[in-house]
Every structure is written in structure tokens, then in C-alpha cells.
């Protein structure tokens, strides 16, 4: 079967997004949420996001996803104007001269204030160009949006994406929050956290499932908490409920 024959048996119509909040380290508030995208009606050709990204390998259609995620994110994120929308865009969009561009006409568009959204460069994902990137990410900047990059330790050469490209924050991946406890991870966390600090850079810890974690990372030093720990990915209703409500994650400790 051709990427363009799987393409049509998976519409837009069958996905939706779901949004993880994203928590002061003191656990008192929800400071951000980052969409993460999810199946309406689960079966089995599509149970996970996997599933989804596999029917959307050719570059179009993985383009056409990306920019209905980005479309879908700022358009509910007008439903929270004191919360940051993180979204998560692949590397290929950082080598289209022409991305931050369009990013900034589709937020004008509909009407999302560039300084409430976060883009997110998945750190697996591999960037070619970095002179492009780089040319994307400052007019990204420049127009108030900010620029994460996410799943910090677990792609290409994270230390060189540190060093090349101008971004604000750094999100510290799950799998070494699952291991702290263990001197490798415990030290490989301490140092991450120190170095984004020297650089001036905010951190977002992923993953974090259990109140040691969570303890830990906050005397580390992390700005920003997300994981089971204090929520999972909701629907844009539910963020609506908890931000009206104003509930707190977790009380302060």
C-alpha cells in the first residue's frame, strides 16, 4: 500500500488532542499544558499516536499533521490566556525558510497570542540545517513565541542543539526521571539542570510519577514539573474545569 493510499484511511475527523498541564515546581498551579495528540475512537489499526504518525510518513501528510496540530493547539489555547500551549512541531517544518513566518499568519489568523505559545522541536528528531533553524527559531522569537526543545538526551546530539540553536527552554526526558534513585541518572539530572541554568534557559522535567521524584527535581532546581505525579493528558474541557476551578496539582511542599 503507497503512503498516499494509507494516507485516506486516517482523517483529521479521527484524532483529537489532549493536553498535559504542566506545574509550578512547588506543585501550587498549572503554569503550562503541552498538546499531545490522541485517537477518538481507539481500534485496532489506531490505539496509539504511533499508530496515527505511521499512516502520516510522507512528507505532505506529515506537514498536513503538523499544522492541524498547531492550528487545533493555539485555536483551544484561547480558551486559557494566562497558560502557556506547548506544541510539538518536527524538525523537517525548522527547514522550511518560510515556517516561522507561517506560524506567525496562522496565530494572527486565529487570533492566539504568539507569547502564549511554546513550540517544541522534538530532540529525536534530526535537524539538517541548522542555519535554517536557526533563521526560524529567531523570528520565532522575535514575534514572542517560545521555543522548547524537548525530550533532552534521547536524539542526535543533544549537547551541539544546545550549542547551535538560541532556545528558551529545556525538557528533561522521562526516561531519566524513571531513573532517578540510581547514581547514573541522579547525576546526569544534576548536571543537566546546572548546565540550563548557566545558560539561562527554564526546565521542564517529563515524567515524573512519584513524589521523590518529584522532590528531588525541585530541589535540582527544575522550574517546571509534568507527569502522572500531578496530572495526565486531558481533554481541552477538562483544562477549561481545572483553570476556572483553580485547583492546584499538588499542594505546596
Not at 111 to 127: H, N, T, Y
Request: proline letters at 4%.
Amino acid at each position: 500500500m503507497s503512503d498516499s493510499d494509507r494516507r485516506k484511511h486516517v482523517s483529521f475527523d479521527e484524532l483529537t488532542l489532549h493536553y498535559q498541564p504542566q506545574v509550578a515546581a512547588d506543585g501550587s498551579r498549572i503554569v503550562s499544558v503541552e498538546a499531545l495528540l490522541r485517537v477518538l475512537k481507539p481500534e485496532p489499526r489506531l490505539m496509539t499516536p504511533a499508530d496515527v504518525l505511521a499512516f502520516f510518513e510522507a512528507p505532505e501528510d506529515a506537514e498536513a499533521l503538523d499544522w492541524w496540530v498547531f492550528r487545533t493547539a493555539a485555536r483551544d489555547g484561547l480558551r486559557w490566556p494566562e497558560l502557556t500551549v506547548g506544541i510539538n512541531v518536527s524538525a523537517a517544518r525548522f527547514r522550511d525558510p518560510g515556517f516561522a513566518d507561517a506560524a506567525l499568519a496562522v496565530a494572527r489568523e486565529i487570533g492566539a497570542d504568539p507569547r502564549r505559545l511554546e513550540i517544541e522541536i522534538v530532540e529525536s528528531s534530526f535537524i539538517e540545517d541548522f542555519e535554517t533553524a536557526v533563521g526560524n527559531i529567531d523570528r520565532l522569537r522575535a514575534h514572542g513565541f517560545r521555543v522548547a526543545l524537548d525530550d533532552f538526551g534521547t536524539g542526535y546530539s543533544s549537547l551541539t542543539y544546545l550549542l547551535k540553536l538560541p532556545i528558551d527552554k529545556l525538557k528533561i526526558d522521562k526516561s531519566f526521571v524513571d531513573g532517578i534513585g540510581t547514581i547514573q541518572s541522579t547525576v546526569i539530572v544534576q548536571a543537566v539542570v546546572a548546565l540550563a541554568r548557566a545558560l539561562g534557559l527554564k526546565i521542564t522535567a517529563e515524567g515524573v510519577e512519584t513524589e521523590e521524584q518529584w522532590r528531588f527535581l525541585k530541589i535540582a532546581g527544575c522550574h517546571l514539573m509534568q507527569g502522572w505525579y500531578f496530572a495526565k493528558a486531558v481533554s481541552a474541557d477538562e483544562i477549561t474545569r481545572l483553570v476556572e476551578a483553580r485547583i492546584a496539582p499538588r499542594a505546596v511542599a
